[in-house]
Each structure stands twice: as C-alpha cells, then as structure tokens.
C-alpha cells in the first residue's frame, strides 16, 4: 500500500464522435453515429444520437432502417489516434504522472498540483476539462479520487454531472459504495458478477466488509487488491510507462465493392505501413503475420504465417502479406475490406540471432525505418511513399 494521493480518470466523451465533430464542425449537434470498419454496427454515438434511439452495436442496416435521419460515418482509427495523442500530449504537460488506459481514457496523477496551479482538486479537474476542449476541441468527463479504482468510478458518475467533473473524497466513499452495485465496479465482469452474486454480495459495500482471507480464497489477490482500492487504499500507483501490445490489428472497408487485386493490396500495404510504425513506436517486432479479407456479404477468410525472425520493416512484412493475400483472394469475389495482423510481439533486440544473419543487411533496414520515422515525425502521416502505395 502507498499514501493517499489524489488520482483522476480522464475519459474522452463519445470519442470517435467527438474526433468526427472535431473535423467538421457541422456535425455538433447533430444524431452523429461512428460505425466499425467493416460498417457492421454501431460504435459510437453522439448525445443526439442517443436520445434519437440508436443503440450502441446496433448493426449498420437495423440501426439505418429504424433511424434514417441519423448521420453514419465510417470509423477512421488512424484519424482517431492522431487525436488521441493531443489529448494525452495535453495531459502529459499538465502533470508529470499520466498512465494512459485506452486511446480515449488515462489516469493523471493530481497530487501535489493544488499548490503550482493555486486551484483545489475540484477546480483542477475542471480547469483541465476546459484546457483539452480549447486546445484538442474533444469534450472530456473527469473522475477524481484516492485510487484508480475509484475514481474510475467517479468518472462514470462525472458523465451524468452537468459540470463533467465528479469527485469522491475520503467522507464521501461508504456513501457512494452503498449506491453502487457490483457489476459497476471497474474489473467485475459478468462471471465474477454471477459468483460474487451467489454469495449474496450485491453492492460494493458488501464486497469491501469481507476480510482479506476470504476474498483470497474466493477471488484471489485481484480481490483482495479492489477491496483496499475500494477503501481508498492505493494499491496501483499511476505509472507512466507504457506496455506494449500483444498484437496489432488495422482494417478499414474500402468504400466500394471491389475484386481488383492491385486495389486491395494497395489498401493492404497501407495497413502495413500504420501497422509497423505503431510496432516500432512501442520498440518492437513481430514474428507472426495475418492477413483478412472480408468479403460484400461480410464473409470472411484469413491466413497466417509464423516467421523465423522477427522483423519490423514494412517492406519485408509486405512481401510476406502479399503472398499471404493470394492465397486466400478470389478474382471472382466482390470485396469490402482488407486487413493485416501482427502477432506474437515481443521487444526488439530480445530475439535470438541466426549464425546466418547478414547483419549489414540488418543495419541498413533499421536505418532506414529510422528515417521513415523521423520524417513521418517531422512533416506528418503517409509523408513517405515506399513504391507499393499510390495514395
């Protein structure tokens, strides 16, 4: 356990609506729905939106049938990513502590602040929500308390406030723990939910007045772990580093229908390039490679390759994907989208060396996505074209 500090969960409200709202500033206001990339359902709703009827993953066609006065837009997550990152540039210069959670959630560590910005905690949380609005243009809702685990509750609660700030300090806990039911509980799934509900525990309250042993014996350390947490007793402490993924997908629907083969691995190739800058980002390589492709009628195929060597090179990953596509493309099929999954990811310069690696091949590649980066960094996205893209 560590002393009581003063956390806040920053979470980016409606997001990918927020990002489309962001772009063209004649959507705010409006019943604005983001759909999955596949345009499969519904991912994202505005406040209109909601009120209208829509529900979230409500499929594409049902949702347009019964809402036709909505606006639907295809999901762009390179888009989203791009603001994400202001958000939490934001956020990192605001505090020294920022562990971000999701592209669209991170915990801020306020301890201390009160002092350099002359503000107490609630006036803190809401002078960073109008910090981001003016800055990143993205509406946040901000939960702040002792733990992570409560003031992610706290957040929740924010979203229902009419300041978008929620604070749940020391006096105030017992009370909120009673009104809160134990599937709200940040890492309570339904399993756990059903179990703890046959031992007649319904509220967090009721969870947070079993001992240790038996919450050990019952759940296992995680349990004992949200108790404390629960109590306001920090067991997680706000960590700025960042783990890297256990794989990386990136799929996008064309648009149109297609079979031209030279169009689709085209759009491949660009998901390669996205997939590998994120790879690198994080510092590491890949060893096994899918590739997808779904089809107009959302039928799907997929393949896979496991590598004797990892690699994070854009060129070398595609050759791999290209023959990976040929062998699952049918000229004879209408397309709707594609997509590339990077797997088993591990650190690079952790993987054992071959005897017959040409290192001096090896040196030059690591060369060059250096500069690929470096660029991109400088001058933006897609600033480099590496033969096999046309866009």
Known sequence: MVKQKYIALVDCDSFFVSCEQKRNITLKGQ????????????????????????????????????HPKAIYITADHEYYSYVSNQV?????????????YSVDEAFVDLTGLTKLYKKNYRELAIY???KILQEADIPVSIGVSSTKTLSKLASDKSKKSSSGVYLI?????????KNTKIEEIWGIGRRLTNNLKRYGILTAEELIQKTDKWLDSTIGIHGIEMRHELLGEMVSEVTNAEKPPKSIQNTRAFGIFTSDFNFIKNELNR????????????????SAIGVMLRTKDFRVFHTKKELLA???FELEISNIAIKLLEEIFDPNILYRSTG??????GE??????????????????????KCFDKLESKFGKNIIKTGFTNK
Not at 354 to 364: A, F, I, Q, R
């Open 348 to 369: 690079a310069g952790s993987e054992q060396l071959s005897l017959y690696l040409d290192t001096e091949e090896t040196e030059k590649k690591a060369k060059l996505v």
């Open 88 to 100: 939490m540039s934001i956020l990192k210069d605001f505090s020294p502590y920022v562990q971000i």
């Open 31 to 66: 019943p604005v729905c983001v759909l999955s990339n596949n345009d499969g359902c519904v991912i994202s709703r505005s406040k209109e939106a909601k009120q209208m009827g829509v529900r979230m993953g409500e499929p594409y066609f049902m949702a347009k049938k019964e």
């Open 340 to 345: 590339v999954f990077l797997e088993k990811i």
């Open 169 to 177: 300090g020391k006096r105030k806990i017992h009370k909120e723990l």
């Open 271 to 286: 998901h390669i390039h996205t997939s590998c800058r994120k790879l690198r980002s994080y510092n590491t390589k890949c």
């Open 128 to 130: 960073l929500r109008e």
């Open 310 to 312: 990892p690699v994070d």
